[in-house]
């Protein structure tokens, strides 16, 4: 069973573009919604998170969009630029972050922005 | 760097042996958390240590372990490894209640 479907599963974008990816969750007990960045090669890193007392959260170029009703998130990526090309996962746990959390995560998109 | 260490990175080895892989935390971080991540499954949660004890289980196999030790660092025991078994294995780690949650590198385990 998968609790968090994310889509697209890869995208490509020209630099200067908007990159859009979205995620839909089943379990409405989920109350911490993170976005992961991934490169080649290394772990998994902590991009941008929100939690569902709000609607949107935006840091720099990257903005998460929140409907609790809809259940799903989405990655907004602005201006997006060639060291933005990595795979994105969304991710989804309850507890608020707490301790004893585990993360859901999404399968992940593979973002390619074209210079 | 997120201050988390994994060793070894890569580890080649035959169906039916056991392998261990280890993971020494961020310092100050009591939690540790094992991730498997394969093309067909994703990032798939095994399991969490809170200062040495077992916190939370997600889809680890009974042929999977780990322990915590008082160092805080941890290790992952898999054992009559299969085909199937092939993936990247992350730590991560985390300091308390709130905050980020940092992962290592990975180890990328083949089995043959």
């Known amino acids: 069973q998968q609790q968090v479907k994310q889509s697209p599963q890869s995208l490509i974008v020209q630099k200067g573009g908007i990159s859009i990816i979205n995620c839909a969750y089943e379990?409405?007990?989920?109350?911490?919604f993170p976005w992961y960045q991934q490169f080649p090669g290394k772990g998994p890193a902590l991009l941008i998170a929100?939690?569902?007392?709000?609607s949107e959260k935006k840091e720099g170029r990257f903005t998460i969009s929140f409907n609790k009703s809809a259940k799903q998130f989405s990655l907004h990526i602005m201006d997006s630029q060639p060291g933005d090309s990595a795979t994105y996962f969304c991710?989804?746990?309850?507890?608020?972050?707490?301790?004893?959390?585990?993360?859901?995560f999404g399968k992940g998109t593979l973002l390619t922005v074209n210079p | 760097d997120s201050g988390v260490t994994q060793t070894p990175k890569h580890l080649i080895t035959a169906t039916g042996q056991r392998v261990t892989l280890r993971c020494s935390p961020r310092?100050?971080?009591?939690?540790v958390y094992w991730y498997q991540q394969s093309l067909d499954q994703g990032l798939q949660f095994l399991i969490q240590?809170?200062?040495?004890?077992?916190?939370a289980k997600g889809n680890i196999l009974e042929r999977f372990s780990a322990q915590q030790f008082p160092d805080l660092h941890s290790e992952l025991n898999l054992s009559s490894l299969e085909l199937g078994d092939s993936a990247l294995y992350f730590c991560?780690?985390?300091?308390?209640?709130?905050?980020?949650?940092?992962f290592g590198e990975g180890s990328r385990l083949t089995v043959l």
């Open positions: 991560a780690s985390k300091q308390g209640a709130t905050g980020e949650l940092f």
């Open positions: 379990n409405t007990a989920f109350d911490y």
């Open positions: 929100i939690r569902p007392d709000v």
């Open positions: 991710a989804a746990s309850m507890g608020g972050g707490g301790s004893n959390y585990k993360l859901t």
């Open positions: 310092s100050g971080d009591l939690s």
């Open positions: 240590y809170y200062n040495g004890e077992e916190r």
